[in-house]
C-alpha cells in the first residue's frame, strides 16, 4: 500500500515538480497550498506524513506545525529554504519530527520519509526506569501510572536509550538508529527532540535524572 503523503507548499512550480518527483519514488501526494487549506483535509482525511514549508502566506508554518502537532503525533518534516540555524531550530520546537532544506533531491525526502514511518519490530512486553514504563509493542509510555503522549521519533529515542541498558549511545548512532541517515555534523535534530523528550519524562527537565548527557559523546539512560 502506497504511504501517503500531504505536501504543504505554497510555490506552485515547486510544489508540482515535488509531488511528481515523490510519486516517482512510490508515494501517493495530495497537495495544499496554504495551512488554512491544509488544516480541514488532515482532520477528515488520513494521512501518513505531512511535509511543511516554513514560508507559507497566512498560517506559517511553524504555526501550522504547532497546531497539528498538539492534535496528535501525526509525522511532520519542514521544508525549508532556510538556512539559519534559529529558523530550523524553531521548527523542531514547534513539534516537527525532522527537517530538510532546499534545493533538495527527491530520494534523498524519501529516504526520510520512510526512515521516519519505519515500524519497529517486537520488542520486550515492557521496560522500567525509574518511576517510566515503557510498553514497545503498544508504543505507550507511562510515568508513575500516568500517560505520557510521545510523538513517534521521540518514543523512538527513548527506547534506543532504554535498549541500551545504561551504556553511552553516542550522538552518531542515535541519528543513525531514530532518523536513519548517517551524521554529518548537524546535531540540531538530536539537541532538539531531547529538550523536548526531558520536559515530557523528567521531574525537573533542568536536571535530568533519567535522560543523562555524556560530554563530548552522547546520552545515557540513568537508573
Known sequence: MCLRVLLVEDDERIRRA????????GFAVDESCSGEEALPRLE????????????????????????????????????????DARDVIAGLEAGADDYVTKP???????????????????GREFVR?????????EGLVHRAGE???LTRTEFRLLLELAGAGGRIVTREQLLQKVWGYDYFGDTRLLDV?????????ETNPDDPALLLTVRGTGYRIGS
Do not use: C, N, W, Y
Open 104 to 122: 533538495l533531491m527527491a530520494s534523498v525526502l524519501a529516504a526520510r520519509i520512510r526512515a521516519l514511518l519505519r515500524r519497529r519490530g517486537p
Open 18 to 25: 515535488l509531488s511528481l518527483a515523490l510519486s516517482d519514488e
Open 193 to 201: 527532540h531531547m529538550r523536548r523528550l526531558r520536559r515530557k519524562v
Open 44 to 83: 477528515k482525511e488520513p494521512f501518513d506524513v505531512v511535509l511543511v514549508d516554513l514560508t507559507l502566506p497566512g498560517l506559517d508554518g511553524l504555526e501550522l506545525v504547532r497546531t497539528l502537532r498538539s492534535r496528535g503525533d501525526l509525522p511532520i518534516i519542514v521544508v525549508t529554504a532556510r538556512t
Open 129 to 137: 526506569i525509574g518511576d517510566l514504563e515503557i510498553r514497545p509493542q
Open 147 to 149: 500517560r505520557v503522549h
